[in-house]
């Protein structure tokens, strides 16, 4: 039972943060994670369960960050962990081709037509930035497209008006990345095909590639306009550009088969990463056999890795997405998701607060904003302030959300209806607050 008016002590999460921040930069090993967009210490977490995490200091919390998307069967889900704990006594890393990768491989290709060979990686960037190497080596041309706002892992020539932690810290260029790597990197507004289709076909005969995250996880959550995909797969078909869809986050979570099957849109490669892992690290990259085909060491293009495939990642892989095949599962999460939507708006309503909430499938994102948000410009039209004290009130009553205003929520199939009404009685509690 979780008493939320109690007023909660973070006395261990304060000792832990002030020992980390000496040692490793912001007492965090990913931006985000330091609050610093929300004020106050990042809590530490302790362990997680279900719905629920527990910071050091005994706090629960309903948990909408879910590891930033992996997490949607919930914390600590009995399969996974019971079969971590056989793979693990069999050792944790071999350094050679094992039958679990070609398992967890047969399952994606099973879910994404498109992919027709896929390698595993370690993380959302590490795909990215293959998938993107690749593209280049297939057609011979080095520009790359890609979307303000759009974030697709940390690799430099991506960091270029980057969304997520560098939207958040209003670093649109990172320091660090030389001018030669963002020369090649061509960044045009989210939804606007008309932008889209006039660079194309002015630069087509240089552009090897166009990145996009098909729905925008990492501005809060922004969804494609009727018709945008379409005109980007349409225009990259016709100049033999290769279209890569960024399903890091979308992926398992828009829908099981992603944001390519919600919106019937075949990429020729698409990036995988988080729910594919189960919590553990894996990314993966994949698409059409003659473009693989570039991929060392059946092609010339280089890319490798001492942990990818690792055992224990593949297992937590193969274990989720076994458990998200059962019939209905994808049924509940909806049903959670479509609970919870409602309940927010109704919520914001009776406060009298203005905001924004779209969603696609199991992700998104109330904006404190008036505007129709569709780009991120709109997206940076909401009142960060009022996000950050609508953050903490949530905090403060046992309700975990992401602690930026440009990040999506996640809900999973572990969230019960009673944590759902929790949620929307202490959202419409904190609204009225702030
Ligand atoms: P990783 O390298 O963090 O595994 O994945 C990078 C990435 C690539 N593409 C998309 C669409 C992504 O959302 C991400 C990572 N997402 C952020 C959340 N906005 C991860 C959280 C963090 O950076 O700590």
């Keep these: 039972m979780i008493n939320y008016k109690v007023m909660k002590k973070y006395t261990e999460s304060r000792k832990l943060f002030n020992k980390a921040v000496q040692i490793i930069p912001g007492g965090v090993n990913s931006p985000v994670r330091a609050f610093k967009a929300v004020g106050g210490n990042p809590l530490f977490i302790d362990h997680a369960k279900g719905s629920r995490i527990y910071d050091a ?23 996974v962990v019971k079969a971590l704990k056989s793979a693990v006594g069999k050792g944790t890393s071999f350094g050679a081709p094992t039958a679990l990768e070609t398992g967890l491989a047969e399952q994606v290709l099973k879910i994404y037509p498109s992919i027709e060979k896929i390698r595993m990686v370690n993380s959302g960037t590490e795909a990215t ?10 057609t011979g041309r080095d520009k790359v497209i890609k979307f303000d706002g759009c974030y697709h892992g940390h ?76 005109t980007l797969r349409t225009v990259t078909k016709k100049h033999g550009i290769v279209l890569i869809f960024d399903e890091v986050m979308t992926g398992f979570r828009v829908s099981f088969g992603g944001a390519q099957k919600y919106y019937g849109i075949s990429p020729d490669m698409t990036c995988l990463g988080k729910v594919i892992g189960g919590g553990l690290p894996v990314g993966a990259y994949g698409g059409k056999k003659e473009i693989m085909a570039m991929v060392s060491p059946e092609g010339p293009v280089y890319q490798a890795g001492t942990l990818s495939g690792n055992p224990l990642a593949m297992t937590a892989g193969i274990t989720t997405l076994k458990e998200l095949s059962r019939p209905g599962i ?3 999460i909806e049903q959670n998701s479509a609970l919870l939507e409602a309940g927010l708006r109704d919520a914001a309503k009776r406060a009298g607060v203005v905001t924004r909430f779209y969603r696609a499938g199991s992700m998104f994102c109330t904006y404190f904003t008036g505007a129709d948000v569709f780009d991120y410009p709109t997206a940076k039209t909401a009142d960060t302030k009022k996000f950050g ?20 929520g996640f809900m999973s199939l572990a969230h019960s209806e009673r944590d759902i009404s929790r949620t929307v009685t202490a959202a419409y509690d904190a609204l009225k607050k702030i």
Excluded at 65 to 74: E, F, H, K, Q, R
Excluded at 389 to 408: D, T, W, Y
């Design 389 to 408: 004290r609508f953050f903490a009130e949530m905090l403060r009553q046992g309700v975990n959300i992401a602690p930026s205003q440009f990040e999506a």
């Design 57 to 79: 200091d005994g706090n629960a919390y309903i948990d909408y960050v879910l590891s930033w998307g992996p997490m949607i069967l919930g914390h600590a889900h009995p399969a």
């Design 155 to 230: 690799a430099d020539g991506l960091l270029v008006k980057a969304g997520s932690g560098a939207a958040t810290f209003g670093l649109p260029d990172s320091p660090g990345v030389p001018k030669s790597y963002a020369r090649n990197t061509i960044t045009l507004p989210y939804n606007d095909p008309a932008a889209l289709t006039k660079m194309i076909e002015k630069d087509w005969r240089e552009i090897a590639c166009v990145i996009i995250e098909p729905v925008v996880g990492n501005i809060g959550c922004v969804l494609p306009r009727p018709g945008f995909l379409e």
């Design 330 to 332: 994808y049924k509940k």
């Design 129 to 138: 930035m293959s998938a993107i190497r690749v593209a280049r080596g297939f």
